[in-house]
């Protein structure tokens, strides 16, 4: 016989959850799950599998015509239907949405605006007045993302010393160091690693002024603040101190292409070590320095 002391109470008394009423409208969420199971048997082939569109938001659209335009491809065909989708999604209002339905997001506005432009739109066509005006009152293209920023770059749309640095030596920290790459989630490092390429190699190409998108700065773009904003109201925080770090190393990446610039350009002492002259040659490339080949 167990000596365990039974309280009558406890024994007929349903348990209460800690914070208020959690069975409150379980019907319907029980009326929305058998619903839901119903529509999705409803949609099951009869050989038992599922069939159905792909879809995603109209950022891929966006990036689609963004990386033909770099790379100098792609297909007008797909590349004009890419634009019939993008239009197909516009808001009321006259940004772009993450998701249908959903309210428009700074970062698929001008997005979606700048791939409309390359694809030979006029800035005075009432669609994308209708999204200028959005984008402007909701803080302009310096309110988008880091990733935005860096899409941006490629085109001349924005400056490469004003987004964070992201150096790719970042994938050499180890797992136990207290920030690696193996401590964010999938989908992030994916993200993450190809952008720190996309920032070490620094890929340009000069567009046409009017595919640019210059009109999507809050009062133009020279007089703009197109680095992240320091926290003026907490000083001594975690956000102004990665901030410090970033531009101590937009200092440093200053230096060295200063420096490089000088040595590359000094063909006397370039030819004079004749080993490192491939690398000297090849980082000149990279910092716009023509070299003439040694004879």
Same mark, same amino acid.
């Given at each position: %016989?167990?000596?365990?002391?039974?309280?009558?109470?406890? !024994?007929?008394? $349903?348990?209460?959850?800690?914070?208020?009423?959690?069975?409150?409208?379980?019907?319907? #969420?029980?009326?929305?799950?058998? &619903?839901?199971?119903?529509?999705?048997? *409803?949609?099951?082939?009869?050989?038992?599998?599922?069939?159905?569109?792909?879809?995603?938001?109209? %950022?891929?659209?966006?990036?689609?015509?963004? %990386?033909?335009?770099?790379?100098?491809?792609?297909?007008?065909?797909?590349?004009?239907?890419?634009?019939?989708?993008?239009?197909?999604?516009? +808001?009321?209002?006259?940004?772009?949405?993450? @998701?249908?339905?959903?309210?428009? +997001?700074?970062?698929? *506005?001008?997005?979606?605006?700048?791939?409309?432009?390359? %694809?030979?739109?006029?800035?005075?066509?009432?669609?994308?007045?209708?999204?200028?005006?959005?984008?402007?009152? +909701?803080?302009?293209?310096?309110?988008?993302?880091? @990733?935005?920023?860096?899409?941006?770059?490629?085109?001349?749309?924005?400056?490469?010393? !004003?987004?964070? !640095?992201?150096?790719?030596?970042? #994938?050499?920290?180890?797992?136990?160091?207290?920030?690696?790459?193996?401590?964010?989630?999938?989908?992030?490092?994916?993200?993450? #690693?190809?952008? $720190?390429?996309?920032? !070490?190699?620094?890929?340009?190409?000069?567009?046409?002024?009017?595919?640019?998108?210059?009109?999507?700065?809050?009062?133009?773009?020279? +007089?703009?603040?197109?680095?992240?904003?320091?926290?003026?109201?907490?000083?001594? $925080?975690?956000?102004? @101190?990665?901030?410090?770090?970033?531009?101590?190393?937009?200092?440093?990446?200053?230096?060295? &292409?200063? #420096?490089?610039?000088?040595? =590359?350009?000094?063909?006397?002492?370039?030819?004079?070590?004749? $080993?490192?002259?491939?690398? &000297?040659?090849?980082?000149?490339?990279?910092?716009? =320095?023509?070299?003439?080949?040694?004879?």
């Amino acid at each position: %016989m167990s000596t365990l002391p039974r309280n009558p109470q406890t !024994a007929t008394k $349903s348990a209460q959850p800690r914070y208020g009423r959690m069975d409150l409208g379980l019907e319907h #969420v029980a009326n929305g799950i058998a &619903r839901a199971k119903d529509w999705l048997l *409803g949609q099951q082939h009869p050989d038992g599998y599922w069939c159905g569109e792909l879809e995603a938001d109209v %950022m891929l659209e966006a990036d689609y015509i963004f %990386m033909h335009t770099l790379l100098g491809t792609g297909d007008a065909g797909k590349m004009q239907r890419a634009v019939n989708e993008i239009l197909r999604h516009q +808001n009321e209002d006259g940004g772009w949405s993450q @998701f249908p339905g959903g309210p428009s +997001n700074i970062n698929y *506005g001008v997005k979606s605006y700048l791939a409309l432009k390359l %694809m030979g739109w006029s800035a005075d066509h009432p669609l994308l007045a209708k999204a200028r005006e959005w984008i402007l009152a +909701n803080g302009g293209v310096v309110e988008c993302n880091t @990733f935005t920023k860096i899409y941006l770059c490629a085109l001349g749309q924005y400056e490469y010393d !004003a987004v964070p !640095a992201i150096p790719p030596e970042i #994938v050499l920290c180890p797992n136990w160091f207290y920030f690696n790459i193996y401590e964010i989630s999938s989908w992030s490092r994916g993200i993450l #690693v190809p952008l $720190s390429i996309i920032y !070490a190699k620094k890929p340009f190409k000069k567009v046409a002024p009017e595919q640019g998108i210059e009109e999507l700065f809050v009062g133009g773009r020279e +007089n703009a603040d197109l680095h992240l904003r320091w926290d003026k109201k907490k000083l001594i $925080s975690w956000r102004n @101190f990665f901030l410090f770090l970033d531009r101590l190393f937009h200092l440093a990446e200053r230096r060295a &292409r200063l #420096v490089t610039r000088d040595q =590359v350009e000094h063909q006397a002492g370039v030819r004079r070590h004749g $080993s490192p002259l491939h690398l &000297r040659g090849l980082s000149g490339h990279f910092f716009g =320095v023509v070299v003439q080949p040694v004879q």
